[in-house]
């Protein structure tokens, strides 16, 4: 893969894998990419944690190293092999890697170069073909509702950069669109209904599939749960309505709270 030009987007995110607790991160811009053929065989290096809780995650004196471990893979086997890192996952006592790369029959030569740095760590790695990259669009990516945690995050962050306070009360607005007039007024009835105000209404013909437009916006703080909540609910009603949530904004308050 030519890399002068790509841009990553690393996020982590919060899920369940085989019904204990997961953390799960990964490039997301590679699904503009994927699947590429060339790079058609999955690397997966399994890495037991030293120090374990009882939720299955590391104690805190332990991500470091794990931080270090995760360099090394990435320079061994994107130098060695040209490989491309998809994703990570943490759980149930357990770091593992995730790869893509055209040939995997040299990953326990380069591995061997990460295991001596690391002699306190035992390392394990697996190869499988995944011409259709299902490791990484159909295990490693977010459901959708996940997928709209992690936009909701990068908003968040980016007010708390321009130095937001969290705890002020501001108008929040959100974009949803619909196939139809009737599906709109639906939706719309069931939020009023919840103190949400109509900013605008419209019809976009560009945008073929769901041109009706509904813009509207809740009175709301910006702290993490309370956007989470909001939008997942407008979110969800809108899946109801085979619509499309398409993002909030606000304004960025610096005072103290009213």
Request: include cysteine; glycine fraction near 6%; charge should be negative.
């Amino acid at each position: 893969m030519e890399t002068k030009d790509y841009q990553p987007d690393w996020e982590v995110y919060f899920c369940q894998i085989e019904s204990k607790p997961a953390f799960i991160g990964l490039d997301l811009n590679l699904a503009t990419l994927a699947p590429l053929e060339e790079q058609n065989q999955v690397i997966e290096i399994t890495v037991p944690l030293a120090s374990v809780r009882e939720d299955g995650f590391p104690e805190d004196i332990e991500w470091e190293a794990l931080g270090d471990i995760e360099d090394a893979l990435v320079t061994a086997f994107e130098n060695g092999l040209e490989a491309i890192m998809a994703g990570k996952t943490l759980n149930a006592g357990l770091r593992k890697f995730y790869f893509y790369a055209s040939e995997v029959l040299l990953v326990e030569h380069h591995l061997k170069e990460v295991e001596e740095a690391f002699p306190q760590y035992q390392f394990a790695a697996e190869t499988w073909e995944d011409p259709e990259w299902e490791t990484y669009l159909g295990f490693l990516f977010p459901e959708p509702a996940d997928l709209q945690r992690i936009q909701n995050g990068k908003v968040l962050r980016n007010l708390e950069d321009l130095g937001d306070n969290p705890d002020v009360s501001r108008k929040v607005v959100h974009w949803i669109y619909f196939r139809d007039e009737a599906s709109l007024e639906k939706y719309w009835q069931e939020i009023a209904a919840k103190g949400y105000r109509k900013e605008e209404e419209g019809f976009e013909p560009h945008s073929e599939e769901t041109p009706f437009k509904l813009q509207v916006s809740l009175e709301a703080k910006t702290q993490e749960e309370t956007i989470h909540d909001m939008v997942l609910y407008l979110w969800n009603l809108a899946q109801e309505q085979d619509a499309t949530y398409d993002g909030w904004e606000t304004s960025i308050e610096k005072g103290d709270p009213a």
